[in-house]
């Protein structure tokens, strides 16, 4: 049905589109205490797509006091395993049923193709639930080796009350990635969504209700980082808060858990992922598509964006001419369009932001090989070309800090040693991939990478069953996999004397 649905007629439904706007707090749509809004606006023309309840303190509080209650009240918490595996199945189910509308309120929010929206992001929602759901009944506890008169088990329990403050890069995703760990686990959750994405995580919500989650376990309430988000990360009855996001806030987050009942914080934060391609690189054709789909995918706007192309100088000027070439193919279009590969930036702010490290690259000497320049596919709309940088060196700004835009730097090295150790100059430790035809040191160079996930010959592939957070400054504590789990839980120790 979603391949039948051309530009024009997406272009129909984005008009006439009433999405929910208000917070989500006990299993009711309520208005923010204080009655304020704020404008969703389209990064595809700059349109207002609707007036966005604005969660602040009282919302917050409201919002954790549902939670808390659902919690002690053990509606989910104590539901038997199955059961809370029936309820999350019919959740997906149902996200499954609305996905062209999930979608179009993602394209709506935050610019990305709706090609995209509905056969990346909300299909990997859906699954990623999925994959959570049926973790519920088969979590198992372990028996301790002890004394044989004693008996000790280590069973898993749910924290409480989980705050998740998620992005506006991959909002159904992330999301998903967050209550799926938190609610498979037992917890009641309170989620505050991006201020630029809030539209998708309402519907999750209502739908989650519908499914048969019980009032107060799922919370949503929009609103700005320093009110809602602060208030999320200080509430003294709040036992986790897990956040992805810049690493500036994600400090925030952290402070606010020392300032207020040391509650437990997992974080995962930015990225400047190295892609190494060595001379023996092989296909180097294959290597060029990789590394300019790890960069220009979501324009850029990936936390893992392969971003800096660390290229031994003899296969340098080759492989940049052939992913300037991928580049092309690549090139922003309406995001309403099911043919196109590559939308909007998210706002205006983050555009101008792109733009200023543009403008600094070429400051610093840089050499813009491609790109470079704003582009108008519709008017008023936040596009910038796919953007390549010769000429740099490991110390300029545009290889030291996160663009989060679709901007590429190649610099260029001698060798294997060099390569590893300029990709390990970086404060972020998130992702890298190691191109090289020789498995031997294909494998030295990936346990040489200081990075929580590592590609060899590929970039950006992944799955539910595998955990994704970083090493320094890109966080603590891994989102996926049985993994995420342990940061919703925690493990108790019961010691019986026979």
């Not at 002890?146 to 992005?167: C, D, F, H, N």
Request: net charge negative.
């Amino acid at each position: 049905m979603a391949d039948l649905i051309n530009l024009a007629e997406w272009q129909r439904r984005a008009s006439i589109v009433t999405p929910r706007a208000q917070c989500f707090i006990d299993g009711k749509f309520v208005d923010a205490a204080s009655g304020k809004t704020f404008d969703d606006i389209s990064p595809r023309d700059g349109h207002l797509i609707a007036k966005v309840a604005e969660g602040d303190v009282e919302d917050i509080n409201r919002a954790v006091a549902a939670a808390r209650r659902s919690f002690e009240a053990g509606v989910w918490s104590r539901m038997a395993p199955f059961e809370r595996k029936k309820v999350m199945l019919r959740f997906v189910d149902l996200i499954r049923e609305h996905t062209l509308e999930l979608a179009l309120l993602e394209t709506l929010d935050v610019g990305k193709p709706i090609s995209d929206s509905i056969n990346v992001d909300i299909a990997s929602c859906a699954n990623n639930l999925q994959w959570f759901a049926e973790c519920i009944d088969k979590t198992y506890g372990e028996l301790a080796p002890v004394p044989y008169e004693s008996l000790a088990m280590i069973s898993r329990e749910p924290m409480g009350v989980v705050g998740a403050v998620v992005p506006w890069n991959y909002p159904a995703i992330i999301t998903s990635w967050k209550i799926g760990a938190g609610l498979a686990a037992g917890n009641s959750m309170v989620l505050k969504p991006a201020e630029q994405s809030p539209l998708s995580a309402l519907l999750l919500a209502e739908l989650a209700s519908q499914a048969g989650l019980p009032d107060g376990v799922l919370n949503v309430v929009p609103g700005f980082g320093p009110t809602a988000g602060a208030a999320l990360g200080l509430h003294m009855d709040v036992d986790k808060l897990a956040f992805t996001g810049s690493g500036e806030v994600g400090r925030y987050f952290m402070r606010y858990a020392a300032e207020s009942n040391a509650k437990s914080v997992s974080l995962e934060l930015g990225g400047k992922s190295p892609q190494v391609v060595l001379a023996d690189v092989g296909d180097l054709e294959a290597a060029a598509s990789a590394v300019a789909w790890g960069v220009f995918y979501n324009a850029g706007q990936t936390c893992h964006a392969g971003t800096r192309l660390i290229v031994d100088h003899r296969i340098q000027d080759d492989l940049l001419d052939a992913v300037c070439e991928v580049a092309k193919t690549l090139w922003p279009s309406d995001p309403y369009d099911p043919a196109g590969t590559m939308g909007t930036l998210v706002d205006e702010s983050q555009t101008q932001r792109v733009m200023g490290y543009i403008e600094a690259g070429r400051n610093e000497g840089a050499e813009v090989r491609i790109g470079g320049e704003r582009l108008n596919v519709t008017d008023g709309g936040c596009y910038i070309a796919p953007t390549v940088f010769s000429g740099v060196n490991n110390s300029m700004t545009i290889a030291r800090e996160e663009i989060f835009g679709p901007v590429l730097v190649s610099i260029p090295v001698d060798g294997v040693d060099e390569a590893v150790r300029v990709a390990n100059d970086s404060p972020f430790g998130l992702a890298a991939s190691i191109w090289s035809r020789d498995i031997s040191t294909a494998h030295k160079a990936a346990k040489a990478l200081r990075a929580g996930t590592v590609w060899i010959n590929t970039f950006d592939m992944g799955s539910i069953t595998t955990p994704f957070g970083g090493f320094k400054q890109s966080g603590t504590g891994r989102d996926r996999s049985m993994h995420s789990l342990d940061g919703y839980t925690h493990l108790k120790t019961t010691w019986l004397q026979m």
